[in-house]
């Protein structure tokens, strides 16, 4: 019988955490936790556009991989990508890529961090 690499998928209940962003879409937050949930101010990005913002996560290194997604329930069309994956910091990127509409609501991005391991 080969031997399993996991028991199971995801994490366990209490590991996660949440932190709401304050002052503007651009503010870094922190949250030490290796998945979670992050809740923007009321997001005014205007259509076509983009804005990011700093996670200071001490879980994640850079050899790591964040998965994100969204809730949202606002005008415009938010796509959410991870870019400058380093340790101890991400950077989500939010584009609005609704042709005419702005964003005008608060996103709420859920995030994972997978660990890579190389050996």
Request: aromatic share 6%.
């Amino acid at each position: 019988m080969p031997v399993s690499h996991f028991s199971e998928i995801g994490y366990k209940r209490g590991v996660g955490g949440t932190v709401t962003q304050i002052t503007s879409s651009s503010t870094a937050v922190t949250l030490n936790k290796p998945c979670g949930q992050i809740t923007t101010v009321a997001l005014t990005t205007a259509a076509a556009a983009e804005e990011a913002f700093v996670v200071n996560n001490s879980f994640v290194t850079a050899k790591d991989v964040v998965i994100l997604n969204t809730t949202y329930a606002g005008g415009g069309k938010p796509f959410l990508s991870v870019s400058n994956v380093g340790s101890g910091v991400f950077t989500v990127n939010i584009s609005n890529v609704h042709a005419s509409a702005a964003l005008d609501a608060a996103l709420t991005v859920n995030f994972a961090v997978l660990k890579v391991v190389t050996d």
